[in-house]
C-alpha cells in the first residue's frame, strides 16, 4: 500500500503538467461551449503550434546542455522562408530541390553559431542575440522588405495538406485511415511496453505495479484513440502531424537511449564532470546548436508554407514560444533536466491557452499576460517542489 | 601587557568529524603568534571559529577577547571589535581600484553619498602604513599577489584591526615578498597589533615568532615561547607529527611487478600566468600491483600534475613523455587517457566528480557508455545491472541505484566515483585526495578498495595530504613540493619526520 502511494506521488510529479494540460482543456471545452474540442479546432490546434512543436524540440536540447538558450530562432524562421520564396517564387525553382537548399543554408547557419558558441565559447545568449539581428537584417535584404508569395501549390501541402483516405474503401462519411492508424499505433503502444516489462521483469527489475500498468496503457490507449478520432472526423491527418510525431519520437529516443544524447544531459548536469569524464563538451555544444539551426529552419519551411508566404516580419517572437514551452514543460533553467516530450506538453499548454482564449474572444493584450503569469506560475511550482524535495 | 584572546574548550563537529576537540588557545596582547600543524589539523577551522565564519551556537567552548566573553554571529561581528581574518584566497574585487577595495563593506560617506575625497586621502595614509608604493586608483587586477596581500592587511587596518589573522599568507608569494610581509608584521607589533600567523612555512615561523602553537587532529598539542622554550624545526616537526598510530589501516601483502606507467621530464605552465612554471622536471614512475603515494603541502603541485597528465586538462606548453606499458603515448584529450587505460579520480568529488542532479546508475557509467551500447543506443537493462553491481560490491548506502548522489553522504558519493573510475577498466589509477571529508569508517572502506584493486593488478597513484594515510599504504612514496619531486622514499624509509624533512630541505634550498 505504502509502495502504491509512494507510485503515484513520484507520478504526480512527473505528469503534473500532463494533468495541468487536461484541466486546461476541459476548463476551455466548458468556457467555450465545447469549441475547442470541435474536430475542426482539433487539427487547427496542431495546424498553429506546428513551428513552436518543432522549435520547442530543438531549444529543449539546447536547454539542456547548460540553460543555454537560442534567440535567434525567430529570425531564422523568416530568414529560411525568405530563401525558400526567393528559390520557388521567384526563380521558379521547383520544390525539391528549394527545399533542400533551404536545409543546407540552414545547416550553415548553425555551424556559424556553434562555432561561436562552442569552440570560441562566446555566450550562447550573446551569440544568438546576434544572430537575432543579423538574420533578421539579412531576411530584410533578401526581401528588399517586402512580402513574396504564393508558394507553388505542392509547397502548401506540407503545413496544408492532409494524408489522403486510401483505404476508405466504402465512402464512409469519416476519415477511415485516421482510424486504422490510431489502432495500430496503440496495438504497437501495448506490445512494445508488455515487452519492455517482461524484459525487467526477467532481470528482476522493480516494474511499477500491474494495475498501474493496465491504467497507464488505457490512458495512453484512449489518448491515441482519441486523437484519432478527433482527426478522422475532419480532414485527415495533417501532413505535417506526421513530420512532428516523426520527431517527437526521433528526438525522444535519441536523448533518452544514445550516448550522444546521454552526454548532453551530463553535460548540463556538470560540464567540468562530464569533461574529466571523457565527454567532448565542445563537441556536444556544437552540435546541439546545429540541430538547433536545422529544426528552425524546418520551423521556417513549416510556417512559410502556412501562410503561404515569405514575409520579413515573420516568426517574430518564436523564440520565446520556444524557450516558455521548454521551461513550462519541466526543463531546468541551469540544464541537465527536461524532456523533450515535456517541451511538447509546455508548448501544447500555450497553444491552447492561445486558442481557447481567442474563441472567447479575450483580447490579445489580456493573452499575453495570462500566458505570462502562467510561464512564472509553471516554473515556480517546480522550483519550490523541487526544494521540499531536498528538505 | 596581558593577554588578549583565550580561546576555551573549543569543540567543533562536522558531520562524522570532529575538526576541535577541546581546544585551548592563547594569545597575548601584542605579540605574533603561529598556528602551526599539518593539513586538516584544525588550524582554519580554529580561525573560523574565532572569527565567527562558524557562528556562536555551532561549536562549544568560550571566547574571550579583551576580557569579554563573546558570541560572533557571522564575520561582521568579529570585525567589529578589532579582529580581521585574512584567508589564503584573496577576497579583493579585481576591478575595482585599490582605495574602493580598501574601504569595501566599510565606505567613507555621509548620509550615502561617498565621500571620494575622504577615501583616497585615507587610502594613501593606509598604503604608507603597509609600505606599499602604488597609487590609489591602479586596479587591483594590476598588481602582483605580494602586493595584493599588502592591500588586504591595509583593508583589516582600516577596519580597525587590533588582532590580525594571516592564513598561509606567504604561501603564493616568492621570498622577496614574503620577506617583506614578514618585515611588515614585524613593524606592526611595534604599532601593538597582534597577530596569529598560520604557515607552514618553518623558518618564517622561527623567524617572526613569539609563540608557537602546534595542532594535531584537532587538539592543541602545546605552545612554545621564544626565550623559554629550546626550538628549532626539528623540534616543531615532532610535535606536529608525533601521534600513536593505531591500526587504521587495512594489510595488504604487495605483489609489485613490472613498469606499467612512466613519465619523465614533465613541465607544465601555469593556464593563465604564462611565465609560471607549475611543474618542473617530475619524472614518476609506477609499476603493476603497486601503490604510489605522492605527498606534499596543499600547493606543491600534486593536483596540477595528475590533471595535466590526464588530458592535458590543466596548464600549458606541457612538455615532458609518457610511457604505458613500455610504449609512449600522448593524451591529448580525457578520451585519449581513458582509452589508454589511465582514469583520474578528482580532488574535487562535488563540483568535478559528480553529477549530482542524476542518479548513482548515470554516474557509474558516464564514461564508460560505449562499454554498455551498441551502435550509440545504451542497453539501459545491462547499465542497471552494472549499477547495481558496483552498488553492491563497493557497499554503497543508498534506497537504490536510482538515488540522486546529491543525496548521498560524502563516503558514499565517494564510492560511486571510484565505482564509475573501476568500471572504466583502467590500468593505472590516479586518485586525488579519496578519502578528503569522509569519516574514519568510510575511509577505511576506501583503503579496502584500494588494496583490492592493486591486488588485481592496478596501478595506484594515491594522492593525500594527510601524512598517516600516505603512510599506511603506499608501498612507495614520492614527496612534491613548489612543482618539483623533493624526494622518493621506500615504504621502509618512509616516516612522517622524513617526509617533513625532505620538504624543509627543499625549502630551505630555495631560501
Known sequence: ?391 | MGTILEMRNITKIFPGVKALDNVNFKVEAGEIHALVGENGAGKSTLMNVLSGIYPYGTYSGEIIYEGKACAFRDIRDSERVGIAIIHQELALQPYMSIAENLFLGNERHKSGFINWNRTQLEARELLKRVKLNESTQTLVKDIGVGKQQLVEIAKALAKKAKLLILDEPTAALNDEDSDNLLNLILELKKDGITCILISHKLHEVLKVADSITILRDGAAIETLKVGVDVIDEDRIIKGMVGRTLVNRFPRREPKIGEVVFEVRDWNVYHPQIPDRKVIKNVSIKVRRGEVVGISGLMGAGRTELAMSLFGKVYGTRISGKIFKDGKQVEFNTVRDAIDHGVSYLTEDRKSAGLILIDDIRHNITLPSLKKISKRSFVDQNREILVAEEYRKKLDIKSSSILQKTGNLSGGNQQKVVLSKWIFSRPDVLILDEPTRGIDVGAKYEIYTIINQLADEGKSIIFISSELPEILGICDRIYVMNEGRMVGELTREEASSESIMKCIMQSNREVV
Open chain 1, 1 to 391: 500500500m505504502e509502495n502504491i502511494g509512494k507510485t503515484i506521488k513520484n507520478n504526480i510529479r512527473q505528469y503534473a503538467m500532463l494533468i495541468a494540460l487536461v484541466v486546461i482543456m476541459i476548463f476551455f471545452q466548458i468556457a467555450t461551449g465545447g469549441i475547442l474540442l470541435y474536430p475542426m479546432n482539433v487539427t487547427n490546434l496542431v495546424l498553429q503550434n506546428s513551428y513552436v512543436l518543432i522549435l520547442a524540440i530543438g531549444m529543449t536540447l539546447c536547454i539542456l546542455t547548460g540553460g543555454n538558450i537560442d534567440l535567434s530562432v525567430g529570425s531564422v524562421v523568416a530568414f529560411v522562408g525568405a530563401v525558400s520564396g526567393s528559390l520557388m517564387i521567384n526563380m521558379k525553382m521547383p520544390m525539391f530541390p528549394a527545399i533542400l537548399i533551404t536545409l543546407g543554408v540552414g545547416l550553415l547557419i548553425g555551424l556559424w553559431q556553434g562555432f561561436w558558441i562552442a569552440y570560441v565559447r562566446i555566450p550562447a545568449f550573446i551569440v544568438t542575440l546576434a544572430g537575432m539581428l543579423i538574420f533578421r537584417g539579412l531576411t530584410n535584404t533578401i526581401l528588399r522588405g517586402l512580402t513574396l508569395a504564393p508558394y507553388p501549390k505542392e509547397y502548401q501541402v506540407i503545413s496544408g495538406g492532409f494524408v489522403p483516405d486510401f483505404l476508405n474503401f466504402f465512402g464512409a462519411g469519416f476519415n477511415v485511415t485516421t482510424i486504422v492508424v490510431g489502432l495500430v499505433f496503440s496495438l504497437l503502444y501495448v506490445i512494445m511496453a508488455t515487452r519492455k516489462r517482461k524484459e525487467r521483469a526477467k532481470y528482476g527489475f522493480e516494474n511499477t505495479p500491474t494495475p498501474f500498468f493496465i491504467i497507464q496503457t488505457i490512458i495512453v490507449m484512449g489518448g491515441i484513440m482519441l486523437l484519432s478520432y478527433w482527426l478522422s472526423a475532419y480532414k485527415g491527418i495533417p501532413v505535417i502531424f506526421v513530420i512532428i510525431a516523426a520527431l517527437v519520437a526521433g528526438y525522444t529516443v535519441f536523448t533518452q537511449n544514445t550516448v550522444p544524447g546521454r552526454y548532453i544531459y551530463a553535460m548540463g548536469g556538470n560540464e567540468k564532470a562530464a569533461r574529466l569524464s571523457g565527454v567532448n563538451t565542445n563537441k556536444v555544444l556544437f552540435f546541439t546548436y546545429v540541430n538547433m539551426a536545422v529544426l528552425a529552419t524546418v520551423a521556417g519551411i513549416s510556417f512559410s508554407s502556412r501562410i503561404n508566404s515569405a514575409s520579413p516580419v515573420a516568426g517574430q517572437n518564436f523564440e520565446l514560444d520556444a524557450i516558455a514551452a521548454c521551461f513550462i514543460g519541466g526543463a531546468s533553467v541551469t540544464g541537465g533536466v527536461g524532456t523533450v516530450i515535456g517541451a511538447i506538453i509546455g508548448a501544447l499548454v500555450m497553444g491552447v491557452l492561445n486558442n481557447g482564449m481567442s474563441i472567447m474572444g479575450v483580447g490579445i493584450d489580456l493573452q499575453m499576460t495570462i500566458k505570462g503569469l502562467v510561464l512564472l506560475i509553471a516554473v515556480a511550482f517546480d522550483v519550490i517542489s523541487k526544494r521540499r524535495s531536498r528538505g
